[in-house]
C-alpha cells in the first residue's frame, strides 16, 4: 500500500477529538479498535448482521463494521467507552445489566448497550415487546435474550426515576407535599 | 474479513462524481449508503477497483412534496424518510414499509437511492416504488432521463441503469382522496430479508366503491410483480372480505416462484396470497375512513 492512498480523518469520539491516517478500506470499527486503541467495540460478522460493532454516529446508530473509517471524518462517535458519566459510576444500563444479569460471555454486550442507549433515547417507557423489536439487530450467541430485554426494562425505570429526582414526578411539580401542608 | 484494496474518490458535486464515473466505467463502484456494497466488499464478493463515495454531495439528499408529486433525492437515508412527518400525511406506505427495512442502524446508513439501485428482489422500496406508480430519475454526462419501474427493474439485482449514470431521484405520484394503503412481510425473524413481502393501494370513488387497487408482490420474482389480473375484478365494488378472498386466490395462476433454502415455490404462493389478502383488506379499510390529502 502506497504511503499517498492514506486518508487523514478528524473526528470526535466520546467528547475527545482524533486525527488518525487510514487506509479508506480500513472498516470504521478497526480504526476504533486498532489505531484509538477502543476495544470495547467488539466485531463479530463483519457483514452487518450481529450487531456487536453498534455505535451511535452523528446521533444514529450504525454498523460500524458496515461504515469506512474516512466516512466518519468530522462526525461526533460514541462508543461503549463514552457510556459512563465517569470512571466511577455505571451508565444506568451497566447498572441494569449488572443487576439482570443481561450478558454471559458478553461477545454482544457493547453492541446491546449501544443500540440500546439509542432505543432509550427515543423510547423512554417501552414495552417488553417494543424492546424485543428495539434488539432486534443484535444477536446474542448465548442467546441470553430474556435477561437482556429485563435489563433494558429496569434501565427505563432507573433513568425516569433518575430524572424524577432531578425534577420531580412529572404530575407533581410544584405541588407540596400534603404532609408538609397539613403540619 | 476486511475489503480488498481500492482507488477512493469523495465527490461533493454530482458532475464531479459523473465525470469519474465517465473517466472510470466498469472498475468504478458508486458507494451511498454502503449498507450492501460494504458486506459484499467485506466477504470479497465484489471488489470494486474505485469506489465514488457520493455521500457527501448534500444536493442529493432531500424530500420535496408539491400539489403532485413527492420527490425523493437518491442519497436520502431510511431514517429520514421514515420520521418524515411530510411523507406520512401524503404518502403512509412509505412512513409504515421504512419501517420494515433491517434493524435501525441499517436504517441510519442505508439510502432510497442504494436501495433501489441494488434491485434486490425481497427488498421493500422496490416494491413500495412499483405500488405507488413511481418514476426514477437517472443522471448522466449526457443528461436526466426518467423511467418507470417497470422499465428499469429488469432481473435480479439488475436494472437498466447505464454504467454512466447515477440515480438521482424518485418521484412518487400524490394518491387521489380516499386512498388506503398497506404493507406487510413474511420474514423468519424482525429485520430479516422478506421471504414474500405485499403491497396495496385502494382508491374508493365517492360512493366507497373501488375505483382504482394495485397490488404488488416482492419475493417471488426477481422483481417487483404487479398483478392487475388480480385486483380488476375488485374494480366498482365494495370492498368486501370475500370478494378480495376470491380474487387472492388467482394469484397461484400468475406468479411462479423459485424455490430455495428458505421456503418452496409453493410455500411463497400460500405466502402470496395470505399477504395479498392482508394488504388489500387493510388498506380497503383505511381508505372508507380516511381522506388522504
Given at each position: 500500500m502506497?504511503?499517498?492512498?492514506?486518508?487523514n480523518?478528524?473526528?470526535s469520539?466520546?467528547?475527545?477529538?482524533?486525527?488518525?491516517?487510514v487506509?479508506?478500506r480500513?472498516?470504521?470499527?478497526?480504526?476504533?479498535?486498532?489505531?484509538?486503541r477502543?476495544t470495547?467495540t467488539?466485531?463479530?460478522?463483519e457483514?452487518?448482521i450481529c450487531?456487536?460493532?453498534?455505535?451511535i454516529?452523528?446521533?444514529?446508530p450504525?454498523?460500524?463494521?458496515l461504515?469506512?473509517?474516512v466516512?466518519a471524518?468530522?462526525?461526533?462517535?460514541?462508543?461503549?467507552e463514552g457510556l459512563?458519566?465517569?470512571?466511577?459510576?455505571?451508565?444506568?444500563?451497566?447498572?441494569?445489566?449488572w443487576?439482570?444479569?443481561?450478558?454471559?460471555?458478553?461477545?454482544?454486550t457493547?453492541?446491546?448497550?449501544?443500540t440500546?442507549?439509542?432505543?432509550?433515547?427515543?423510547?423512554?417507557?417501552?414495552?417488553r415487546?417494543?424492546i424485543?423489536?428495539?434488539?432486534?439487530g443484535?444477536?446474542?450467541r448465548?442467546?441470553?435474550?430474556?435477561n437482556?430485554v429485563?435489563?433494558v426494562?429496569?434501565?427505563a425505570?432507573?433513568?425516569n426515576?433518575?430524572?424524577e429526582s432531578?425534577e420531580?414526578?412529572?404530575d407533581?411539580?410544584m405541588?407540596?407535599?400534603?404532609?408538609?401542608?397539613e403540619? | 474479513m476486511?475489503p480488498?484494496?481500492?482507488e477512493?474518490?469523495?465527490p461533493t458535486?454530482?458532475n464531479e462524481?459523473l465525470d469519474?464515473?465517465?473517466?472510470?466505467?466498469?472498475?468504478?463502484k458508486?458507494m451511498?449508503g454502503g449498507?450492501s456494497?460494504?458486506?459484499?466488499?467485506n466477504?470479497?464478493?465484489?471488489?470494486p477497483?474505485?469506489i465514488i463515495?457520493i455521500?457527501?454531495?448534500s444536493?442529493?439528499?432531500y424530500?420535496?412534496?408539491?400539489?403532485s408529486v413527492v420527490?425523493i433525492?437518491?442519497?436520502t437515508r431510511h431514517?429520514?424518510?421514515e420520521?418524515?412527518?411530510?411523507?406520512?400525511?401524503?404518502?403512509?406506505?412509505l412512513?409504515?414499509g421504512?419501517?420494515?427495512?433491517?434493524?435501525?442502524?441499517?436504517?441510519?446508513?442505508?439510502?432510497?437511492?442504494?436501495?433501489v439501485a441494488h434491485a434486490?428482489p425481497?427488498?421493500e422500496?422496490p416494491?413500495m416504488?412499483?405500488?405507488?406508480?413511481a418514476t426514477?430519475?437517472l443522471a448522466s454526462?449526457?443528461?436526466?432521463r426518467?423511467?418507470?419501474?417497470?422499465?428499469?427493474f429488469?432481473?435480479?439485482?439488475t436494472?437498466?441503469m447505464?454504467?454512466?449514470?447515477?440515480?438521482?431521484?424518485?418521484e412518487i405520484p400524490l394518491?387521489?382522496?380516499?386512498?388506503?394503503?398497506?404493507?406487510?412481510?413474511?420474514?423468519?425473524?424482525?429485520?430479516?430479508f422478506g421471504?414474500?413481502?405485499?403491497a396495496?393501494?385502494?382508491?374508493?370513488d365517492e360512493?366507497?366503491k373501488?375505483s382504482a387497487a394495485t397490488?404488488c408482490l416482492?419475493?417471488v420474482?426477481g422483481?417487483?410483480?404487479?398483478?392487475?389480473?388480480?385486483?380488476e375484478g375488485l374494480?366498482?365494488?365494495?370492498p368486501d372480505?370475500?370478494?378480495?378472498?376470491?380474487?387472492?386466490?388467482?394469484?397461484?395462476?400468475?406468479?411462479d416462484?423459485?424455490?430455495?433454502v428458505?421456503?418452496?415455490?409453493e410455500?411463497r404462493?400460500?405466502?402470496?396470497?395470505?399477504y395479498?389478502?392482508?394488504?388489500l383488506?387493510?388498506a380497503?379499510n383505511?381508505?372508507?375512513?380516511?381522506e388522504?390529502?
Amino acid at each position: 500500500m502506497s504511503q499517498s492512498n492514506l486518508r487523514n480523518i478528524t473526528f470526535s469520539v466520546n467528547g475527545k477529538g482524533y486525527n488518525v491516517q487510514v487506509e479508506p478500506r480500513m472498516l470504521l470499527s478497526d480504526v476504533l479498535r486498532d489505531e484509538l486503541r477502543l476495544t470495547g467495540t467488539h466485531v463479530g460478522c463483519e457483514h452487518g448482521i450481529c450487531g456487536a460493532c453498534t455505535v451511535i454516529m452523528d446521533g444514529r446508530p450504525i454498523r460500524s463494521c458496515l461504515a469506512f473509517g474516512v466516512q466518519a471524518d468530522k462526525a461526533e462517535i460514541k462508543t461503549v467507552e463514552g457510556l459512563a458519566e465517569n470512571s466511577c459510576d455505571f451508565h444506568p444500563l451497566q447498572q441494569a445489566f449488572w443487576e439482570k444479569h443481561g450478558l454471559q460471555c458478553g461477545f454482544c454486550t457493547s453492541g446491546m448497550l449501544m443500540t440500546a442507549y439509542d432505543f432509550l433515547e427515543k423510547n423512554h417507557n417501552p414495552t417488553r415487546e417494543q424492546i424485543r423489536e428495539g434488539i432486534s439487530g443484535n444477536l446474542c450467541r448465548c442467546t441470553g435474550y430474556q435477561n437482556i430485554v429485563e435489563a433494558v426494562e429496569l434501565a427505563a425505570e432507573i433513568i425516569n426515576k433518575k430524572k424524577e429526582s432531578l425534577e420531580g414526578p412529572a404530575d407533581k411539580r410544584m405541588v407540596f407535599p400534603s404532609a408538609e401542608v397539613e403540619v | 474479513m476486511k475489503p480488498a484494496v481500492f482507488e477512493y474518490h469523495t465527490p461533493t458535486e454530482l458532475n464531479e462524481a459523473l465525470d469519474l464515473l465517465e473517466e472510470f466505467g466498469f472498475d468504478a463502484k458508486i458507494m451511498s449508503g454502503g449498507q450492501s456494497l460494504i458486506p459484499m466488499m467485506n466477504m470479497r464478493l465484489a471488489r470494486p477497483k474505485v469506489i465514488i463515495d457520493i455521500n457527501n454531495i448534500s444536493d442529493l439528499n432531500y424530500i420535496r412534496v408539491n400539489d403532485s408529486v413527492v420527490q425523493i433525492g437518491g442519497m436520502t437515508r431510511h431514517y429520514q424518510v421514515e420520521e418524515s412527518e411530510k411523507i406520512s400525511q401524503v404518502c403512509p406506505l412509505l412512513s409504515e414499509g421504512m419501517k420494515l427495512i433491517g434493524h435501525s442502524q441499517i436504517r441510519s446508513r442505508g439510502t432510497i437511492g442504494g436501495s433501489v439501485a441494488h434491485a434486490d428482489p425481497t427488498a421493500e422500496l422496490p416494491v413500495m416504488l412499483a405500488t405507488l406508480g413511481a418514476t426514477i430519475t437517472l443522471a448522466s454526462s449526457d443528461g436526466l432521463r426518467t423511467v418507470t419501474t417497470d422499465e428499469f427493474f429488469i432481473t435480479y439485482m439488475t436494472t437498466a441503469m447505464e454504467m454512466n449514470e447515477i440515480l438521482v431521484s424518485v418521484e412518487i405520484p400524490l394518491p387521489p382522496k380516499r386512498t388506503g394503503f398497506a404493507i406487510d412481510e413474511f420474514t423468519l425473524r424482525k429485520g430479516d430479508f422478506g421471504i414474500v413481502l405485499a403491497a396495496a393501494m385502494v382508491t374508493l370513488d365517492e360512493e366507497g366503491k373501488i375505483s382504482a387497487a394495485t397490488l404488488c408482490l416482492g419475493g417471488v420474482d426477481g422483481v417487483p410483480v404487479v398483478l392487475e389480473e388480480v385486483t380488476e375484478g375488485l374494480i366498482g365494488h365494495f370492498p368486501d372480505d370475500e370478494l378480495i378472498s376470491e380474487c387472492c386466490n388467482l394469484i397461484g395462476e400468475f406468479i411462479d416462484p423459485e424455490p430455495d433454502v428458505h421456503a418452496s415455490a409453493e410455500y411463497r404462493k400460500d405466502l402470496s396470497i395470505t399477504y395479498a389478502k392482508r394488504v388489500l383488506l387493510l388498506a380497503s379499510n383505511r381508505a372508507s375512513i380516511s381522506e388522504v390529502k
